[in-house]
């Protein structure tokens, strides 16, 4: 009984793996790496110095699939007069991407968390409602599990 509430817990778990890459914070002249493993196309931008507060064009684009033009080969961003430069990389799967802080500002490279919109609708989406039945199942089970002990 109590393993049906936990099998609709699962998708929460896959949900967790899609957490956001960052670099953290990085000095002049500290770099960062970032094996990309699946297809994506993820926007980052700087923590410290986001779009909404002074910055749109400090921001760019991870595009990871096996389109015929996306790189197979590693690929560096220098992060350069508050931009990243390329600005958009296009690699396939497997390629690692270092970026490069040549600023004396420090920086981050920062995935930006597009759930809600509808580049990632459907793999954010997902373990949403398996969560919620899961959680209502976990409780009507509590409640029965609550309901047998006070017969007894
Ligand atoms: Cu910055």
């Given amino acids: 009984m109590l393993l049906l509430p936990l ?3 699962l998708p929460s778990a896959s949900a967790k793996e899609m957490e956001l890459w960052d670099s953290g914070e ?7 790496s970032h094996t990309f493993t699946m297809a994506s196309n ?4 700087c923590t ?6 002074g910055f749109p064009d400090f921001t760019g684009w991870v595009n990871v699939s096996d389109d015929s033009d996306a790189r197979a080969d590693d690929v ?10 390329p600005s958009t990389v296009k690699i396939q799967p497997g390629v690692t991407v270092t970026w490069v802080n040549n600023d004396s500002a420090v920086h981050t490279a920062t995935q930006m968390d597009m759930s ?4 990632d609708e459907h793999t954010q989406d997902d373990g949403i409602p398996g969560f919620a039945f899961g959680l209502a199942v976990a409780a009507i089970t509590a409640a ?3 309901a047998t002990r006070k017969e007894r």
């Fill in 76 to 85: 560096t961003i220098y992060i350069d007069g508050f931009s990243y430069q």
């Fill in 48 to 53: 410290p110095h986001p779009p909404h507060e």
């Fill in 26 to 32: 990085l000095a002049q002249n500290e770099s960062w």
């Fill in 42 to 45: 993820d926007m980052y931008s």
């Fill in 7 to 9: 099998m609709f817990l």
């Fill in 116 to 119: 809600g919109d509808m580049h």
């Fill in 144 to 146: 029965s599990i609550v």
